[in-house]
């Protein structure tokens, strides 16, 4: 049974740091790409970085590139979200997503097979 673990959200202020980690578990996920979406209530999920496990490529939206970064340790079937300069606006769910997608579908959420249950990251002002 695949299960995976969100942890390391909570409350910071602006401007400061935070590192998710999503742990993955219950089956081999070397041709996989793990992902990180975010969603706030009552909008749609986007999409925020992904990584392949096969060749380690990241992939960063517009809208984090140079304040977030993907990164993995594949020993542990984990991967990290580090978040810096935090602002207001990126007060979100954020969700860890594994499935075998490719360079054209990763940034769609439905292609995902399996998901976390989500960690609250909160940006105060």
């Known amino acids: 049974q695949v299960q995976v673990v969100e942890s390391g959200g909570g409350l910071v202020q602006a401007g400061g740091s935070l590192r998710l980690s999503c742990a993955a578990s219950?089956?081999?996920?070397?041709?996989?790409?793990l992902a990180w979406f975010r969603q706030a209530p009552g909008k749609e999920r986007e999409f925020v970085a992904a990584?392949?496990?096969?060749?380690?490529?990241?992939y960063h939206a517009d809208s984090v590139k140079g304040l977030f970064t993907i990164s993995s340790d594949n020993a542990k079937n984990t991967v990290y979200l580090q978040m810096n300069r935090l602002k207001p606006e990126d007060t979100d769910v954020y969700y860890c997503?594994?499935?075998?997608?490719?360079?054209?579908?990763?940034?769609?959420?439905?292609?995902?097979?399996?998901w976390g249950q989500g960690t609250q990251v909160t940006v105060s002002s």
């Open positions: 997503a594994v499935g075998e997608l490719t360079i054209a579908t990763m940034r769609v959420d439905r292609r995902y097979e399996y």
């Open positions: 219950g089956r081999t996920f070397s041709r996989y790409t």
């Open positions: 990584i392949s496990r096969s060749d380690s490529t990241t």
